[in-house]
Antibody
Framework: QLQLQESGPGLVKPSETLSLTCTVS??????????WGWIRQPPGKGLEWIGS???????YYNPSLKSRVTISVDTSKNQFSLKLSSVTAADTAVYYC??????????????WGQGTLVTVSS | EIVLTQSPATLSLSPGERATLSCRAS??????LAWYQQKPGQAPRLLIY???NRATGIPARFSGSGSGTDFTLTISSLEPEDFAVYYC????????FGQGTRLEIK
């Protein structure tokens, strides 16, 4: 059974960089047809896709966040990571990592981590 | 950007009743739409992909339909565990989600 687990600081100061890692177990991050994505959810609000990465390192990002986001992959550790720079209180959210099936125009997230709350506050 | 609008915002029904949730896209997404269920404190769970295909392990009481701009998620007979928030999601240039429909017990 594929499992994903987010890890990283739960508190980040304004203007600093948020850094999270997702560890994949029970399967290989190098599987074809699958990207690996980050999605966030502010408290009490809806879901926002941040970006996704293929095991080769190919990335695509939400245009509204693109200038601040970097997603990277480490296939040797079966992990992928998120960095979000210059954070503000508006970036406070539960951050989820997920397996992202993406082929042609088909796209969905079929396995999710449990999520980790990141609070931006001084 | 394609905007997904879900209706109603809140749906109040009783166990055993039929639930019909709507998702409308601001322009055609063909059949490339997914549905998710989210319970409090949990990650979303994939229910339906490609508008009408049930994901692995999803009960047959969940069904999806539609194409183009109008989509429906139907739960044929509500079980107590079905009361949750439901989101639709599409991919055009990038992924977007609807704002959600809260299905609550009447």
């Amino acid at each position: 059974q594929l499992q994903l687990q987010e890890s990283g600081p739960g508190l980040v100061k304004p203007s600093e960089t948020l850094s999270l890692t997702c560890t994949v177990s029970g399967g290989s991050i190098s599987s074809s047809s699958y990207y690996w994505g980050w999605i966030r959810q502010p408290p009490g609000k809806g879901l926002e896709w941040i970006g996704s990465i293929y095991y080769s390192g190919s990335t695509y990002y939400n245009p509204s966040l693109k200038s601040r986001v970097t997603i990277s992959v480490d296939t040797s550790k079966n992990q992928f990571s998120l960095k979000l720079s210059s954070v503000t209180a508006a970036d406070t959210a539960v951050y989820y990592c997920a397996r992202h099936f993406r082929a042609a125009k088909v796209s969905f997230f079929d396995y999710w981590g449990q999520g980790t709350l990141v609070t931006v506050s001084s | 950007e394609i905007v997904l609008t879900q209706s109603p915002a809140t749906l109040s029904l009783s166990p055993g009743e039929r639930a019909t949730l709507s998702c409308r896209a601001s322009q055609s997404v063909s059949s490339y739409l997914a549905w998710y269920q989210q319970k409090p404190g949990q990650a979303p769970r994939l229910l339906i992909y490609d508008a009408s295909n049930r994901a692995t392990g999803i009960p047959a009481r969940f069904s999806g339909s539609g194409s183009g701009t109008d989509f429906t998620l139907t739960i044929s007979s509500l079980e107590p565990e079905d009361f949750a928030v439901y989101y639709c999601q599409q991919r055009s240039n990038w992924q977007t989600f609807g704002q959600g429909t809260r299905l609550e017990i009447k």
